[in-house]
């Protein structure tokens, strides 16, 4: 009992319980948010440990140097708007320990050795399969089983997220990261396999019933990325593999009414109201371009009967400017560059998922979820530089 409560394995604990409420976005999220960053502090001057926290920030001084411009173009847009009437401090003083904090963080303990990638892959995988549980228990009971959430077939589901976009998003990322675990196991070889394969018919079936038009061409967009970038590794046994699974929805399609519907409002180009929203908003833009109307803006400034933009390009226009714009971009073109040199497919289709997806919902500013999520994306990403550190260390 003694050598299971190790402080690795605390870490690992609130790690986990980090993870898994992120979907949740309660109470638990956030005090499991704020023990990590306590437990770094404790554990920092307990063990003297300023030398390898100098060592991670220099290992990623570009990133941080990009993510330090991100918070000048907010503090610069907040203090040159009237922002007293909105949460924009509050939203700035999140980024700094609910995202960049909470990266760096990780990145700390992954270069201790605290735990793996495929640890955290787990982690994540496990909680959007407890989300895709919700999500048929919802189909099924119509609500969802820890918030009560009130949704079924026919409006759509949104499992504990309140939210169909949101919801569909987490069932999108879970159908691509169970699509590489069932890709790394010979196709019906074990049981393990065979329960990747299950979760993977569960994940395409909320994305499916989500009705989250949004995430089905974001979904499309990354399958056709990692085909056609990845041509030469696929073999015959997962093309049919495919095939099976593209049938099976196709005749879902024409055989549900609500799916068929949505499925004609999105070849028809119907926006629900987005290029309203997103004509607006370019207008809005246009009268203060350099450093925009400050955080949250959109809540005060844009239509008042959306919360906002659903782009994250326009978004980032609306409430920083150009100066914010192009001090995402540089983070953007830094992970990118990264992908790049490790030469992964897999990366840049998870990439390209979230990117397609956010030009139609999400919020770069505000959405906790999306932001937590884009957090961990970046982690898988940037931890190649540890891994490559200790494999000359280990040579």
């Known amino acids: 009992m003694r050598e299971l409560i190790t402080v690795k394995n605390f870490f690992n604990v609130l790690l986990f319980i980090w993870v898994i409420f992120i979907p949740f976005k309660n109470a638990i999220y956030q005090i499991s948010t704020i023990l990590l960053i306590l437990f770094f502090i404790v554990y920092v001057i307990k063990n003297k440990d300023i030398q390898c926290v100098k060592d991670v920030l220099y290992k990623y001084k570009d990133i941080f140097f990009a993510f330090a411009l991100i918070l000048l173009s907010m503090t610069i847009s907040n203090v040159i708007n009237d922002v007293s009437n909105r949460e924009s401090w509050r939203l700035e003083l999140s980024y700094v320990y609910r995202y960049g904090l909470i990266m760096y963080i990780l990145l700390y303990f992954y270069s201790k050795?605290?735990?793996?990638?495929?640890?955290?892959?787990?982690?994540?995988?496990?909680?959007?399969?407890?989300?895709?549980?919700?999500?048929?228990?919802?189909?099924?009971?119509?609500?969802?089983?820890?918030?009560?959430?009130?949704?079924?077939?026919?409006?759509?589901?949104?499992?504990?997220?309140?939210?169909?976009?949101?919801?569909?998003?987490?069932?999108?990322?879970?159908?691509?990261?169970?699509?590489?675990?069932?890709?790394k196991e010979k196709l019906l070889d074990n049981k393990k396999n065979l329960i990747l394969i299950s979760l993977f018919v569960l994940f395409i079936y909320c994305t499916l019933f989500s009705y989250s038009r949004a995430i089905w061409v974001a979904l499309t967009a990354a399958f056709l990325i990692f085909t056609v970038l990845n041509y030469k590794n696929i073999k015959v046994r997962y093309i049919v593999f495919a095939i099976i699974i593209l049938s099976i929805v196709t005749i879902i399609f024409f055989n549900v009414d609500y799916l068929g519907n949505r499925l004609e409002e999105l070849l028809n180009g119907s926006s629900s109201h987005r290029e309203q929203i997103w004509l607006y908003s370019i207008e809005q833009i246009k009268?203060?371009?350099?450093?925009?109307?400050?955080?949250?803006?959109?809540?005060?400034?844009?239509?008042k009967s959306f919360f906002s933009p659903h782009n994250i390009i326009i978004e980032i226009l609306f409430d920083l400017g150009w100066f914010g714009f192009m001090s995402f971009f540089l983070l953007l073109i830094m992970i990118v560059k990264e992908i790049l040199k490790q030469k992964s497919v897999k990366l840049f289709t998870l990439l390209v998922f979230f990117l397609v997806a956010s030009q139609f919902d999400q919020s770069i500013i505000s959405g906790k979820i999306f932001i937590n999520s884009f957090v961990l994306l970046g982690l898988f990403v940037f931890i190649d530089r540890i891994d490559k550190i200790r494999k000359i260390n280990n040579a």
């Open 113 to 183: 050795e605290f735990f793996s990638k495929r640890l955290l892959f787990l982690f994540v995988l496990s909680a959007l399969s407890i989300q895709a549980l919700d999500g048929l228990y919802q189909s099924i009971m119509g609500y969802d089983f820890f918030k009560h959430n009130i949704a079924n077939l026919r409006s759509g589901l949104k499992g504990a997220t309140f939210n169909r976009n949101t919801f569909g998003f987490f069932m999108g990322v879970g159908v691509i990261l169970s699509f590489y675990a069932i890709t």
């Open 287 to 303: 009268k203060k371009p350099i450093f925009g109307w400050g955080l949250d803006a959109s809540s005060i400034y844009g239509l």
